[in-house]
């Protein structure tokens, strides 16, 4: 659970300075969150799934690989980029239909998008990393995808605060216009 709440963190402040924030001037709020959500979260839930992984799929053979990779590609990874978007969401006090509306707008392209990342990860992680050692292994892969998982959470939550703020200005200013 510490490795899990320390590779979110880390990968929010990454996503945070590849987004253009100095090193150091940073949202600690936002890396906080994506903190506490690995930690909370990613830690425990992964630790349980890839036991059940293997009780669902026992097989050990090479033929085994690419079915666990494919569960954990469509079932697993849909459930936990919900959690990790819902999650986010309630922790940045979001009502539940915003919320709801950026986890439709963003199901599907980060589930595509772990695709591109994901499958060969998995290749290891089924074929040659025991069950007690995968989370471990998991969290090394997870520094690159929690950096993209969050930018993409953050980048339409930021965006619903610009268009809130542009739209009060505007408000302020056709009622000033129209004293």
Known sequence: MMISGIVYALGDWIAQCCEGKPLLDFSRGRM???????????GSLSHFYYHVCEAL???????GVPIKVAFDQTIWSAIWNSIYFTTIGLLRFESPASIASELRATFWPMLTAGWKLWP??????YGVIPVEQRLLWVDCVELAWVTILSMLSNEKAEARLHDGSAESESTEESSLGAE
């Open 120 to 125: 060969f990860a998995h290749i290891i992680t």
């Open 32 to 42: 906080i969150r994506s903190g506490l959500v690995g930690f909370c979260l990613h």
């Open 57 to 63: 799929f026992p097989f050990q053979d090479w033929w």
